[in-house]
């Protein structure tokens, strides 16, 4: 079992296929994850932290999903649903802000049709990088 307030897993998705890949480590700069296919697209929404928390609602629900299948960039085992649009958390060097909750997404009723209203406030949010740097696997989050 990991130590709480690291990051678990690492996730870009490609352009060319939209297959998602797990990574040991991201580089992030102003415009996102280096190598995903949301990179420099839209300010508001260019990494997704998602917590293991998400993935437990599901499973309350009976709907099993493999780490990475809520698009998320960044899983991690911290509870930050005390933070809001504006706050500010550090994952090993970089620094983000919240920028928006992650908003209802109908493509998650692609792994299951309950899955959206499941989610519906839950899923993770949305952050921008105050600094660039890398994020690895292990690295300590302080929220």
């Known amino acids: 079992m990991s130590q709480p307030n690291k990051v678990l897993k690492l996730f870009i998705t490609t352009n060319d296929d939209k297959k998602r ?12 994850v280096l190598g995903d296919k949301f990179y420099a697209k839209n300010s508001n929404r260019l990494i997704l932290v998602t917590t293991l928390g998400a993935y437990a609602l599901a499973k309350d629900k009976e709907i099993e999903l493999a780490h990475g299948a809520l698009g998320e960039n960044i899983l991690i ?14 994952i090993g060097e970089v620094i983000l802000e919240i920028t ?24 993770g949010v949305f952050v921008k990088t105050l600094t660039h740097g890398t994020i690895k696997i292990g690295d300590k989050i302080v929220a």
Do not use: M, W, Y
Request: glycine fraction near 6%.
């Open 21 to 32: 890949f797990e990574k040991e480590i991201i580089e992030i700069d102003e415009n996102g």
């Open 77 to 90: 085992d911290t509870d930050i649903s005390h933070l809001h649009a504006g706050d500010r958390f550090q």
């Open 100 to 123: 928006q909750n992650c908003t209802l997404c109908n493509g998650l009723s692609v792994l299951d049709k309950k899955l959206p209203k499941i989610l519906k406030d839950d899923r």
